[in-house]
């Protein structure tokens, strides 16, 4: 295995002001993210991390990401260096065949690290063909196990009359199926017997020997339910290791459902049942974002975070020699993607990746953090850090009463906001008036964005929309003419367009052209644009925000708000808003 | 304690159609919520929730309610029956004292069971002071006790000069306060050793005896960093029961955050623990939807599920027993309600109460759970039941190319719609043929609604826009002209409005009263409009959503959407459709 970060010291994470006057402090973070075993010569501990959503997430309502999305998370997925991906049900339709062909193709161009590519199948072989057609390098089938799971599909007496009759069966058929995969070229087999986590303990284990004994190399063990909590399931994955004597000679592996939200909890206890039995390796499934049937399953990221805290900070000898193949670096990244691509939105609190694991929110967190860092301690909160698993930039203290002049500055720019001295000690007046009327606590970037509008005013005021009509309906040609005023002179354009706003932002650009004309040069795009009623009940203001991206130049980004009781004027000022800082951001770089 | 639900047999959750012509069949789930222990005469432990939102979930950036919706927020704590609540941190300022007072006036007016009120202060004589002032029924104050806190809170020589020294000092201090706490006359006095899970154990052990020997009730041991893991929090709940000689003379509360995304686990473990030493009373601290830094909290919904689920359908003897004083039926709502108060929206597999737990998705588990109804056994894989926990219905088998007319029926009655036979047999068609483009994969609801507003054009149909100006733009009276069409009769009608849209839903009613004026009855207030562009860049569609609420008749609500070049027309239209679903309705109740 490569290693997939170079060793990296003790670093600091960013820059804070501790208050006024008091200077610059730091937020030390000791982690460090060696791949090597503490000890030479120590035996290393594989943890493979197989990634199931494109089979269990994507059944889920509402979770099925468009076929080039579904493309875009594959290659997120490879450029992380994911160590197996399952990648459909080829049986269930002659479409989900094509589409796993698709990324097969893709993975197959891939010239990184190339993971494993298995496809789910019953057991039967017509759906193990499937996978087979599909390309995929593993053959993985299930059956169920349970006496519950039993009882609903092998009631028929064509699989036996007695419970010990049906089990017999299922050991027979798996042994048949394992057995007629390998036979078909495939490079791996596995098997999972469905709801393993309540079936007979006994009948399991001599489940999963016979596979092993047929030839299976990847043995799955699912709680079906969600329902393990504590050590159980732990327990059950050190009892088959204990139990089963070829046990060593396949990749056991773990799927763990999270009804109870322990499925982190059960991955672990798992994979450290699997460590005390002296495993080589060991697999875990799991999507990101925690995608899968009800509850979702064991995340990603959670389960990276934890081994590598674990490892690396906590010096946890459990965890110590474990070894991972993906770069923790992409969990933010694939996690915000998936909620994108799925019209979802991650929530701030959200483990690991959530925008709040990057925030010291507290007051009296705060103070701590600055005390420390003023000390140059390590962090007392933040022991393991944002930065390393994607967030942007390290913790950041957020802004509220507390904070001084030198963080505020550093979070404008953070936003894209330039602003001179004068205007630094205004906006920051604002926002401590702003966070006292808030009783002291923090204010959002939205709110900063909206005191920054306020009091730069010759930046959104650098083009104010004096006039604006717009005209559209069925049967008219939508236009819209504007009046723009720059230094008090106006100039009025007018535009015809797909729609009035799209005619509204035409006659904004051709009037902020003709005042500018290195305006020209820019390929504007418009990127978003999203109108909210304020309130409700129909006499409300419309608050308008306007994204433009810059298609000529890295696609740069600007945005603008402007609220109005009329959505036209509140759109035509969004836009010229987004061209003033676009304009401001030209000038700057050509001076 | 009154039994919060009544002693319920196992129930259907709802009828689901098994696929076309195999009739209706039923998933079973063998729930039930006794209050009452297993055997008569066995000892119950009360398990104690105590909600922190309001100052652990309300310090974090993005996450601060309104005053207007805290209350509401309260209020629904109060109907669910919750037993305890922190309302704030008062001493940090006058504001937050202020509004500390508004939920303690709103929680004594309430006529049903009282939670206690607990506020936050520092281990500062004034901080206390405030807490009282506030009017809470229990002062909560805390001290770090960990070394890393140590080091970074009590460096200064005046807390001692050794380790030993400050760790003396803090426990002075403790006692100290708790006095003082008791000598302002509060009920209960709650002390919480900051980061106890990092502090020494010893250390922890004379700190909680000396401030329980000092008067304390409550002993609060917080998981500070949200770093343990497995068995390591509920081993230290373990070690303080068991080291601790009066221990019993207080309620021990665990507080756990979620970094490593075990909060429930070791909420659950150190319950256990607190179970097997014998305490008659247990108190966790939570928040719903697990808001608190970073990655936030131990979640009320995932305890309250496992506790129930454990209990009642597992009959798990550890939690037998377990008594609960909050109604599970108020998760689903208070977390939905928190993540619309706050801008979020819940995740669909969020635990217990995201949408997704009451879908049965998986092509699979459709076809057990539809065998497993035909034959009358419970329900293989939903052994907990969503209904239970306020979603609105139990599990629902979605529509897919397996679903039969009666499902698909079912849920048209669940949108709002009331079709005929010859229009369901054409939707379903309609909806099988999408199912089979989305590789036999499920219909969304949105789908769903855009198959029913094809097929169903008498309805959207009743009122066609074919004309819709407006006009807006600063110095002009917003207003606007349409013509709607009723059975090929067309009418023109125009109004003013506050902005072009107000102007056209106002004008598109007018004319619609003109011809149905049963609708001058109802009352309507626009409830949601939301105008997105489908795609990027200026040429694009915009996708209008509007929906509108009867205030005087049970707010009940009706949807409307449209997707057009010209956002007016859009908006027109999409108001139009409202009012043409309000007035079939209307018609309907008629008859």
Chains 1, 2 share one sequence.
Not at 355 to 363: M, R, T
Not at 443 to 449: G, P, Q, T
Not at 544 to 564: E, Q, W
Request: one cysteine or more; aromatic letters at 8%; hydrophobic letters at 40%.
């Amino acid at each position: 295995m490569t290693p997939f970060l170079t060793k990296l010291a003790r670093f600091r994470t960013r820059s804070v002001s501790g208050g006024e006057g008091k200077g610059e402090v730091n937020i030390f973070i000791g982690y460090q993210l060696p791949n090597q075993s503490k000890t030479e010569g120590e035996k290393l501990m594989r943890v493979i991390l197989n990634d199931v959503y494109l089979r269990e997430g994507a059944q889920v309502e509402g979770a099925v990401m468009t076929p080039e999305d579904q493309l875009r998370y594959v290659q997120l997925l490879l450029e992380g260096g994911i160590d197996s991906i399952e990648i459909g049900f080829p049986s269930s339709s002659p479409e989900q065949l094509a589409d796993c062909q698709k990324i097969v193709d893709l993975v197959r161009k891939w010239e990184g690290k190339k993971p494993l590519l298995s496809g789910l199948a019953i057991a039967m072989k017509d759906s193990i063909q499937a996978v087979r057609d599909a390309g995929c390098d593993v053959c993985h089938f299930y059956i169920p196990t349970s006496n519950e799971l039993m009882d609903a599909q092998f009631r028929d007496s064509k699989y036996g009359n007695t419970k010990e009759d049906k089990q017999n069966w299922i050991v027979e058929t798996a042994v048949f199926m394992v057995k007629f995969a390998l036979s078909l070229g495939f490079q791996k087999v596995e098997f999972s017997p469905e709801d393993a986590a309540r079936a007979g303990r006994d009948f399991l284990c001599r489940l999963v020997e016979a596979v092993i004994g047929a030839g299976a190399t990847i043995v799955n063990i699912p709680d079906t339910t969600g329902l393990r909590i504590g050590n159980e399931f732990g327990d059950l994955i050190a009892h088959i290791f204990k139990t089963v004597p070829n046990i060593q000679q396949a990749v056991v592996s773990v799927h763990c459902h999270n009804d109870s939200d322990h499925s982190t909890n059960n991955a672990l206890q798992a994979l450290l049942a699997a460590k005390a039995a002296g495993a080589e390796k060991f697999r875990i499934e799991g999507t990101f974002f925690g995608l899968g049937e009800r509850s979702g399953m064991t995340k990603h990221e959670a389960v990276i975070m934890n081994i590598l805290t674990r490892r690396d900070v906590m010096e946890d000898d459990r965890f110590i020699g474990m070894e991972l193949g993906f770069n923790p670096m992409f969990c933010y990244k694939i996690v915000h993607f998936i909620a994108h691509a799925l019209g979802m939105s991650v929530p701030r609190q959200w483990v690991v990746v959530g925008d709040q694991n990057a925030l010291c929110s507290a007051g009296t967190h705060q103070s701590i953090e600055i005390k420390a860092g003023e000390q140059g301690s390590e962090s007392p909160y933040y022991s393991w850090n944002p930065a390393k698993f994607g967030h942007e930039k390290g913790v950041s203290i957020v802004i509220d009463q507390s904070s001084g002049r030198k963080a505020l500055a550093d979070r404008l720019s953070t936003l894209g906001y330039q602003v001179s001295a004068k205007q630094l000690s205004e906006i920051y007046q604002q926002v401590m008036k702003l966070s006292e009327s808030k009783q002291g606590r923090q204010v959002s970037d939205k709110e900063i964005v909206a005191v920054v509008q306020e009091i730069v005013k010759e930046i959104p005021n650098r083009m104010l929309v004096t006039h604006c009509q717009a005209i559209g309906g069925l049967g008219t040609i939508p236009m819209a003419a504007v009046i723009l005023q720059v230094n008090g002179e106006p100039v009025q354009k007018t535009a015809a367009g797909d729609g009035p706003y799209d005619a509204l932002m035409k006659a904004v650009q051709l009037a902020a052209e003709y005042f500018f004309p290195v305006l020209l040069q820019a390929k504007v795009v418009l990127d978003d644009w999203q109108a909210s009623a304020v309130s409700k009940g129909q006499e409300t203001l419309a608050d308008v925000y306007t994204r433009i991206r810059l298609a000529n130049d890295g696609n740069r980004i600007f945005s603008g708000r402007s609220t109005s009781m009329d959505t036209n004027q509140a759109t035509a000022q969004s836009f010229a808003n987004c061209l003033s800082w676009l304009l401001t951001a030209l000038e700057n770089s050509a001076k």
